[in-house]
């Protein structure tokens, strides 16, 4: 049984940092790259980063420069470090674990970041 567990999101004010995890069990973790999204109130799912299975990174605009996105593999854990955190990065962040070549994607449940003063 696949299952993406992420933790530590809240709520922090604007200019704070938060550093989510997600542990992910029931796959080849290694194989796997892994995304980071957000769905803001009343919008849609949004990628927000991504890492590969070499470690290779990519941002979404935005948050360049304020997030890392990591793994680390003996854990099965991806983690995205936010850090200057704006009241517009509100949302529910989902990990996500995806393996294009078989077409598998799994997603966690999802976690709640709230930025507000």
């Known amino acids: 049984q696949v299952q993406l567990v992420e933790s530590g999101g809240g709520l922090v004010q604007p200019g704070g940092s938060l550093r989510l995890s997600c542990t992910i069990s029931?796959?080849?973790?290694?194989?796997?790259?892994l995304e980071w999204y957000r769905q803001p109130p009343g919008n849609q799912r949004e990628l927000v980063a991504t890492?590969?299975?070499?470690?290779?990174?990519t941002y979404e605009n935005s948050v360049k420069g304020r997030f890392t996105i990591s793994r680390d593999d003996a854990m099965k854990s991806v983690y995205l470090q936010m850090n200057n955190l704006k009241p517009e990065d509100t949302g529910v962040y989902f990990c996500?674990?995806?393996?294009?070549?078989?077409?598998?994607?799994?997603w966690g449940q999802g976690i709640q970041v709230t930025v507000s003063s």
């Open positions: 029931g796959i080849s973790f290694h194989v796997y790259q």
């Open positions: 996500k674990a995806t393996w294009p070549e078989v077409k598998n994607d799994y």
């Open positions: 890492i590969s299975r070499s470690s290779t990174t």
